[in-house]
């Protein structure tokens, strides 16, 4: 296929996805806000495709990422049947090293468990969770025949239409489930970094909290964790006492709330991340930082979709959201990456930053682009930092619509 004859339809589906539906009463700063991401989303799509035609993803290649509620309901639907595939397929993990997980699905659980503390307020996370996401979907088409490619969830279009109208939480059969069942007078969340000094963030509970009971996977088992599980109330954060990787079957829980998606992950949030310069205020930002009071729309993403796993970092995985979430991640990354591609793709000292520890806890080196990324038993092979820079490099071949 030309290149110019993909782009041409890549910017045609591209007018569908990106924009928000509009809205007469939409605030004004949220739509000013939404219009420029769909500038940046656009200036991005062309420079990724036009840097694809040098490389060995070549245009007749690329892949294609689209919003959840831009698929077919056949499209949907094989996405999930994956899904359910997946969690079907017998684990790789020896049990000696993690008995508690029953699945392939559960793999990916097991080695975000092991890397928690080495891929979040990292200088890795962008770049680990870009081919995590990327070797999930991976799966899906090579074990478990799915076709399709891995879809997203923006948050700022449910911040406006509310999560559960959502055809992503609407809890059909072509969703991806719904909210939990309510538990009245739940308590706050309270978000703290243990050990430090740091005023704790406040988050109201949701409309759910309890066993999700509608949509394609109100019978799944969660087999892991929790780790380190939020609970509503401020108490103490919730752990299997059998340890992380013991065998802990129980309901999938949500606890859909708007208030937290309406305020750290709406497009004005988006577009403030965007406008950022440097890698390292990127990505601090993207993930809150301690003692602002902010979690950015990692956070937001994460805790307005609630519940359990979906309130504990290490065990975020287990919920099936999780990969739609962080392939928004991805998406939001990619669209700042292509501002400067030069500094932000390929700078040596520019494109990464940061130590290699959670929040240099303990004290560990700073974070190079010949860093390695391996997921043991999950997935591989492992990769240098720098092959994951690019969509469209590396054993990436993808764009967002």
């Known amino acids: 296929m030309r290149f110019s004859t993909l782009l041409f339809l890549v910017?045609?589906?591209?007018?569908?996805?990106?924009?928000?539906?509009?809205?007469?009463?939409?605030?004004?700063?949220?739509?000013?806000?939404?219009?420029?991401l769909d500038v940046l989303a656009r200036a991005a799509l062309q420079k990724t495709l036009k840097a694809a035609k040098g490389s060995q993803c070549t245009p007749d290649k690329i892949?294609?990422?689209?919003?959840?509620?831009?698929?077919?309901?056949?499209?949907?639907?094989?996405?999930?049947?994956?899904?359910q595939c997946l969690q079907a397929k017998p684990?790789?993990?020896?049990?000696?090293?993690?008995?508690?997980?029953?699945?392939?699905?559960?793999?990916?659980?097991?080695?975000?468990?092991?890397?928690?503390?080495?891929?979040?307020?990292?200088?890795?996370?962008?770049?680990?969770?870009?081919?995590?996401?990327?070797?999930?979907?991976?799966?899906l088409?090579?074990?478990?025949?799915?076709?399709?490619?891995?879809?997203?969830?923006?948050?700022?279009?449910?911040?406006?239409?509310?999560?559960?109208?959502?055809?992503i939480f609407d809890g059909s059969e072509t969703s991806m489930s719904g909210n939990g069942v309510y538990i009245p007078n739940q308590g706050d969340i309270v978000l703290g970094v243990e050990g430090s000094d740091l005023p704790p963030v406040y988050l109201p509970a949701g409309t759910g909290g309890g066993c999700v009971t509608s949509g394609?996977?109100?019978?799944?088992?969660?087999?892991?964790?929790?780790?380190?599980?939020?609970?509503?109330?401020?108490?103490?954060?919730?752990?299997?006492?059998?340890?992380?990787?013991?065998?802990?079957?129980?309901?999938l829980r949500r606890d859909l709330t708007d208030a937290v998606n309406q305020r750290f992950a709406n497009a004005s949030s988006i577009s403030h991340l965007?406008?950022?310069?440097?890698?390292?205020?990127?990505?601090?930002?993207?993930?809150?930082?301690?003692?602002?009071?902010?979690?950015?729309?990692h956070g937001g993403g994460h805790y307005s979709l609630g519940g359990d796993p979906g309130r504990d970092v290490s065990t975020s995985p287990g919920d099936p959201a999780f990969y739609l979430h962080h392939a928004m991640i991805d998406l939001v990354w990619w669209m700042w990456q292509m501002v400067d591609p030069e500094k932000r793709v390929y700078g040596e000292t520019t494109a990464v930053a940061g130590t290699r520890t959670f929040l240099n806890i303990p004290e560990s080196g700073e974070t190079t682009l010949d860093d390695e990324v391996d997921f043991g038993y999950a997935a591989g092979p492992r990769r240098k930092l720098r092959e994951l820079m690019s969509v469209v490099e590396g054993p990436f071949c993808y764009v967002y619509v």
Not at 63 to 79: D, F, H, N
Not at 141 to 165: F, I, V
Request: proline share 8%; aromatic share 10%; net charge neutral.
């Open 274 to 297: 965007l406008s950022q310069k440097t890698i390292n205020d990127f990505q601090m930002i993207m993930q809150g930082i301690p003692g602002t009071g902010e979690i950015g729309v």
């Open 141 to 167: 088409r090579e074990e478990c025949g799915y076709r399709g490619t891995q879809p997203y969830w923006d948050w700022a279009k449910t911040a406006e239409t509310g999560l559960s109208a959502s055809p």
């Open 91 to 139: 684990s790789r993990y020896p049990s000696s090293l993690a008995p508690g997980a029953k699945s392939r699905f559960d793999d990916f659980v097991v080695t975000h468990i092991n890397q928690t503390q080495t891929a979040h307020y990292t200088g890795n996370f962008l770049g680990l969770h870009r081919y995590f996401t990327a070797l999930y979907e991976q799966a």
């Open 11 to 36: 910017l045609q589906a591209a007018s569908t996805c990106i924009a928000l539906p509009s809205s007469t009463a939409r605030d004004p700063v949220i739509a000013k806000a939404t219009t420029e």
């Open 216 to 251: 394609p996977f109100a019978n799944m088992t969660v087999n892991l964790g929790p780790v380190a599980l939020d609970v509503p109330g401020g108490g103490p954060q919730e752990a299997n006492p059998a340890g992380p990787f013991a065998w802990n079957p129980r309901c």
């Open 63 to 83: 892949k294609i990422r689209r919003e959840w509620g831009t698929l077919t309901k056949a499209e949907r639907l094989e996405y999930i049947q994956a899904v």
